[in-house]
């Protein structure tokens, strides 16, 4: 029906930057919201960024002045900037859409993608 890639992760020293993409693809009517989880060992996902098909955002207050989202809507995809990167942003991090679906009823339903890692680390 739907994927997500994400591609872009990787090791950073402290204070570098990385840029996460998320590709959608499949039998997509049309995306609503997009956004960036993250899941570090031993501890819940949690949202570090989304942002509206309007480009309305929202942050964690973790990465409030580091991060900046963004996205293309006649592309489907969306990009996590990341800068003055820390060691506490390490974790896997997650693309996630809300999708309609063609040939579904309903929606959007949420789709993820696979995960990326992002280690910080001297």
């Known amino acids: 029906q739907v994927q997500l890639v994400e591609s872009g992760g990787g090791l950073v020293q402290p204070g570098g930057s990385l840029r996460l993409s998320c590709a959608a693809s499949g039998s997509i009517y049309s995306v609503n919201n997009m956004g960036w989880y993250r899941q570090a060992p031993g501890k819940q996902r949690e949202l570090v960024a989304r942002i509206s098909r309007v480009r309305t955002t929202n942050y964690a207050d973790s990465v409030k002045g580091r991060f900046t989202i963004s996205r293309d809507n006649a592309a489907n995809t969306v990009d996590l900037q990341m800068s003055s990167l820390k060691p506490e942003d390490t974790a896997v991090y997650y693309c996630?859409?809300?999708?309609?679906?063609?040939?579904?009823?309903?929606?959007?339903?949420?789709?993820w993608g696979q995960g990326t890692q992002v280690t910080v680390s001297s």
């Open positions: 996630n859409a809300d999708v309609w679906v063609e040939s579904m009823d309903g929606g959007p339903w949420p789709f």
